[in-house]
Nanobody, 128 residues
Framework: QVQLIESGGGSVQAGGSLRLSCAAS????????MGWFRQAPEKEREFVAAINWSGNITLYALSVKGRFTISRDIGKNTLFLQMDNLNSEDTAVYYCAARRDVPWESSTSTRLGDYGFWGQGTQVAVSS
């Protein structure tokens, strides 16, 4: 059973930075595509960023491109999201997610339904 545990959320002023972490346990996710999603109050969960197993392919939502950086440490089985120049629209619960380790799920994806494993989320609040 895979468990994903997010950390690093908190409150920050606009223009500030936060670094989210997602630690995986249960088994290694070194071959899995992983991603970050977020859900603001009264809004649907949306894609933020994704990364392939080797880290050489990344995908970002237009709203965060140039401000957020997704990365992973295979040896530590951990996913990261560096968030810079935050604004109030980034306020949300941020979720870590992983696709399954099968050949037909080896591509990065923006679709929620393509990810089978999810964390519980970590809150990010940006004040202006």
């Amino acid at each position: 059973q895979v468990q994903l545990i997010e950390s690093g959320g908190g409150s920050v002023q606009a223009g500030g930075s936060l670094r989210l972490s997602c630690a995986a346990s249960g088994r290694t996710l070194s071959n899995n595509v992983m991603g970050w999603f977020r859900q603001a109050p009264e809004k649907e969960r949306e894609f933020v960023a994704a990364i392939n197993w080797s880290g050489n392919i990344t995908l970002y939502a237009l709203s965060v491109k140039g401000r957020f950086t997704i990365s992973r440490d295979i040896g530590k089985n951990t996913l990261f999201l560096q968030m810079d120049n935050l604004n109030s629209e980034d306020t949300a619960v941020y979720y870590c997610a992983a696709r399954r380790d099968v050949p037909w799920e080896s591509s990065t994806s923006t679709r929620l339904g393509d990810y089978g494993f999810w964390g519980q989320g970590t809150q990010v609040a940006v004040s202006s």
